[in-house]
């Protein structure tokens, strides 16, 4: 980290940083709206870190037309195009999570992923940086064995500390040789091996669930599982109520 004349960071710039260094990175615009930040406030605040060198910040480009701002990010010929991110650097992300995470930067494909967890997580959990609260999945590639279904995270119970769930979030329809079944039957196994509670699946719109449903029917007619354990939710739904709240 550099030291910036002017520039002291504060233990809120140090929770967001542990935060952000577990979740790999977030949309600058993300932060805005989980904490209703004004504009001003928001880039004042990443600049901060910025300059400071202990994250980047880039824009993702999906290829596709929109409204984008120009910012203090921007080189000065640069049109910009994409949205805003900030991720911590790689030296950065290692002094939080005490293992070297290795090189990241967000892709155009994992970017609504990574983003959907990160909010999600944001609404039931705050800025809560205890791994034993929130496991993301960065530190889960750590710990899980070879061969065991990684979980988008591990969330303990609010009104039972004694049970962990695993989180599953679903955007889109998984085609293909049952392969949606067969994601759901990992989750479930993975789950049952590192004695979770079970799974909480969060996923986006009507027919996702429905189809996240028939499958974990179909699992249960064929294999025999009990349910019990897997809970389906709306996702957006989640997001909306909890920031309503």
């Not at 994250?55 to 080189?75: H, K, L, Q």
């Not at 991720?87 to 950065?92: G, I, M, N």
């Not at 959990?125 to 530190?139: F, K």
């Not at 719109?205 to 249960?220: D, F, I, K, M, P």
Request: net charge negative; with cysteine.
């Amino acid at each position: 980290m550099k030291d910036v004349p002017g520039i002291r960071l504060q233990g809120y710039d140090t929770r967001w940083h542990e935060w952000l260094s577990q979740m790999y990175g977030v949309p600058v615009a993300l932060i805005g709206r989980m904490t209703a930040m004004r504009s001003e406030r928001l880039y004042r605040m990443v600049r901060r870190w910025y300059v400071t060198e202990w994250c980047n910040v880039g824009r993702i480009d999906y290829e596709t037309p929109g409204s984008w701002r120009r910012s203090f990010f921007d080189a000065p010929d640069a049109e910009p195009n994409g949205p805003l991110w900030v991720w911590p650097t790689r030296e950065a992300s290692w002094g939080m999570l005490d293992f070297d995470p290795g090189e990241w930067e967000p892709k155009a494909t994992t970017a609504a992923h990574l983003t959907a967890i990160a909010h999600l997580r944001y609404v039931l959990t705050g800025l809560e940086t205890d791994p034993d609260v929130w496991t993301s999945e960065r530190i889960l590639r750590r710990r899980i064995e070879p061969g065991f279904h990684i979980h988008d995270g591990w969330l303990l119970d609010e009104d039972d500390y004694d049970k962990i769930w695993g989180i599953e979030v679903e955007l889109s329809r998984k085609f293909g040789s049952g392969r949606l079944a067969k994601n759901i039957a990992a989750a479930l196994e993975s789950a049952a091996h590192h004695n979770l509670a079970g799974v909480q699946y969060f996923v986006r719109g009507e027919e996702l669930r429905r189809a996240v449903a028939r499958s974990a029917n179909y699992l249960a007619r064929e294999q025999g599982l009990d349910l019990s354990n897997l809970h389906i939710h709306d996702l957006d739904a989640t997001l909306a109520r909890r920031e309503e709240a």
